[in-house]
């Protein structure tokens, strides 16, 4: 490990060959790592995020109200769309190239030090840069996702927290947190501590008895936000307000900048959580406001007139996705992107794509890398479920001139899968809009 690291892309470079050479670590030497490096962050307020669907966003709208509020935030979130530095952003800015080269330096010197008794996986690396980076800003809160799962996830060598949400529990991951819904809930919960608050939607009755059972096992406060607290909801062009009942107010009216329906719930879950911090600070308006002007990458946002980018990538996050998709007016045709990868669940979310009658045209593509899902394979899969006729791309690129000008006023576009295809279009758009 003689490398010097002298520019960004080489960290980054670093980083992403990581898998290679090093594999998952225990909770203990995660723990004993962060000790080496002093604890960083340890004076920081933790908000901690575990689920399946929504945690990026929820993570997004309390950072946004944070700020609004005036109180100083780090978000350390995953995954990235085109640029790493997407993971870390203090006060509303991703941090610049020469601040993560600060941070991973700093790491890998310590890593150095231990000369090949601990090597971080990828997650661990840029878990702790987030934290050092959070160090150096001296920021007062520290927004951290879960990686995957929860109870032997990086992020929960951090024992004291000031709050915990746990977003909509799905099936994702299952060859790692388990084949039930009970299961999976079992590891998100283990994010919970004792005497910190916990807020989750009300859903499935198994989640639900799964997060009741290990909260009062531990001593963690629940507040689940019940179906019933989210009323009037009135879906515009590009906005849906609502109205919510939190904890220690009548029922308030909020607006999210999106068509996105899903997000009434993680706005909502953000909104609830940071009442229960009881911080004068973060007043009504800045809870109005922080959810307002949030604005989530790959979040059925639009980014053409009437073309829509979506990263569901599970069968709950495709069932939300065709939600907001089936309350889109729409003139002319509809027409469906998709692409994902291998290790996703590709064979459901085709049945429901395929048999959901909402699409003139479907269009599938194959990623790039290792993940990849080969078109054949993909191709193959929603022919299962339908007679209608898919039309094959090689190329992302290619795909989307065509998809683009061959688009007439009055049809809607929609891009969804894996958020690798999210951070593809980005940077393919990034591309086009340079030439």
Not at 2 to 7: Q, S
Request: charged share 25%.
């Amino acid at each position: 490990m003689e490398e010097t690291f002298e520019t960004y892309g080489a960290a980054v470079d670093y980083i992403n060959a990581t898998p290679k050479f090093t594999t998952k670590n225990s909770m203990e030497d995660t723990a004993r790592f962060w000790a080496r490096l002093g604890y960083p962050a340890k004076n920081s307020k933790v908000l901690h995020i575990a689920g399946t669907n929504g945690k990026g966003s929820v993570c997004a709208y309390l950072s946004s109200v944070l700020r609004k509020a005036g109180i100083s935030c780090g978000m350390f979130t995953s995954p990235h769309l085109v640029s790493m530095r997407e993971r870390f952003v203090i006060n509303g800015e991703m941090v610049s190239e020469e601040d993560f080269l600060y941070a991973f330096r700093l790491v890998m010197g310590e890593v150095k030090r231990l000369a090949s008794a601990y090597h971080p996986t990828f997650f661990e690396l840029l878990f702790f840069m987030a934290m050092t980076l959070f160090e150096k800003y001296g920021v007062e809160y520290a927004v951290l996702e879960t990686g995957l799962g929860g109870r032997l996830d990086a992020t929960n060598v951090v024992e004291e927290k000031k709050l915990c949400v746990i977003t909509s529990i799905g099936y994702d991951h299952m060859e790692y947190l388990g084949e039930t819904l009970a299961q999976i809930a079992g590891e998100k919960a283990g994010i919970m501590r004792s005497g910190v608050p916990v807020v989750y939607p009300e859903g499935q009755e198994e989640v639900i008895r799964v997060m009741e059972e290990y909260a009062e096992k531990i001593g963690a406060k629940t507040f689940p936000v019940e179906k019933a607290a989210i009323k009037e909801i009135r879906i515009r062009h590009k906005t849906i307000d609502f109205s919510l009942h939190l904890h220690y107010y009548d029922y308030i009216g909020f607006t999210v900048s999106t068509s996105a329906l899903y997000q009434v719930e993680n706005a909502s879950l953000a909104a609830s959580a940071l009442a229960l911090l009881n911080d004068r600070r973060i007043t009504v308006s800045a809870l109005q406001s922080g959810i307002r002007e949030m604005v989530w990458e790959g979040r059925m946002e639009e980014i053409l007139p009437s073309v829509y980018l979506d990263g569901a990538h599970n069968a709950d996050g495709i069932r939300a996705f065709l939600e907001t998709v089936k309350q889109h007016s729409c003139t002319g045709r509809r027409v469906l992107l998709y692409s994902t990868v291998r290790d996703k669940q590709y064979a459901r979310v085709a049945g429901l794509l395929a048999q959901a009658g909402l699409f003139d045209e479907i269009c599938l593509v194959p990623l790039q890398g290792e993940r990849a899902l080969p078109l054949a394979q993909l191709t193959d899969c929603f022919r299962q479920y339908t007679e209608f006729d898919i039309k094959e791309y090689e190329r992302l690129d290619i795909a989307l001139s065509e998809l683009f000008t061959q688009k007439h006023d009055g049809d809607r576009v929609y891009i969804v899968g894996s958020l690798y295809l999210a951070g593809e279009v980005k940077a393919l758009l990034r591309r086009f809009g340079d030439d």
